[in-house]
């Protein structure tokens, strides 16, 4: 089945720093990336989606200065955050997917703690 | 604006029983509709997908309903597992004129507790 790697699973790191998040479809080429969001006990809310080689499509209310994202090849997307406070901790999550027609397989997460 | 339900947010059953799931959502202009699975601190496994055409969806224990009709979908699991415990999502993929643009909207879950 499709596989979607996403690393760190885990970031602590200081209030100011920027984090970058990796996605990569292992053995796909992914035409469409996203990223979510997800707070404690709710849903995913999505952030952004990228098609390779052009610029994110940001979800209203997302600052796109904040949360930078490059999809500069058919498998890998990034997503940094840039200057990170204590109100960007949460959980990021990707997907990818092939084309149009076929659905979105998942990455298992990275956990973004900022002190 | 399409908005998907899940209830009740949380389930707890013994082991062996069969258990269901329920999904609903508010617009019946669907592309597929998908059941995930997402354990504490990872992300979401996909469970089964059914597409509008479909009326459900099978893979070992599990089936999956849809009505698009009335809005609902159902996950029914056979035989429930403590390693079925996990937080389970629906998710719709609505028709959008723009094939390819449309956004998956997500439940709330259901957090499912097997008591061994």
């Known amino acids: 089945g499709a596989v979607v790697s996403q690393h760190p699973s885990r970031v602590i790191c200081k209030s100011g720093t920027s984090v970058k998040i990796e996605c990569r479809s292992l053995?796909?080429?992914?035409?469409?990336m996203f990223w979510y969001r997800q707070f404690p006990k709710k849903s995913l809310m999505l952030m952004a989606t990228?098609?390779?080689?052009?610029?994110?499509?940001?979800e209203q209310g997302v600052e796109k200065d904040k949360f930078l994202i490059n999809h500069a090849s058919l498998t890998l997307s990034t997503l940094t955050v840039t200057s990170a406070h204590p109100e960007d901790s949460s959980f990021y999550i990707c997907?990818?997917?092939?084309?149009?027609?076929?659905?979105?397989?998942f990455g298992d997460g990275t956990r973004l703690s900022i002190l | 604006k399409q908005e998907v339900t899940q209830i009740p947010a949380a389930l707890s059953v013994p082991e062996g029983e069969n258990l269901v799931l329920n999904c609903s959502f508010t617009?019946?202009?669907?592309?597929?509709l998908q059941w995930f699975r997402q354990d504490p601190g990872k992300g979401l496994t996909s469970l089964l997908l059914?597409?509008?055409?479909?009326r459900e969806q099978t893979s070992g224990r599990l089936n999956a309903s849809l009505d698009k009709s009335s809005g609902r979908s159902t996950l029914y699991i056979a035989a429930s597992q403590p390693g079925d415990s996990a937080t389970y999502l629906c998710?719709?993929?609505?028709?959008?004129?723009?094939?390819?643009?449309?956004?998956?909207?997500f439940g709330t879950g259901t957090r499912l507790t097997i008591i061994p």
């Open positions: 990228s098609n390779e080689g052009s610029k994110a499509t940001y």
């Open positions: 998710a719709v993929r609505p028709f959008h004129p723009n094939f390819g643009n449309e956004k998956l909207t």
């Open positions: 997907s990818a997917r092939r084309d149009r027609y076929q659905p979105q397989h």
């Open positions: 053995d796909f080429q992914a035409t469409t």
């Open positions: 059914i597409q509008s055409s479909q």
């Open positions: 617009d019946s202009a669907i592309y597929n």
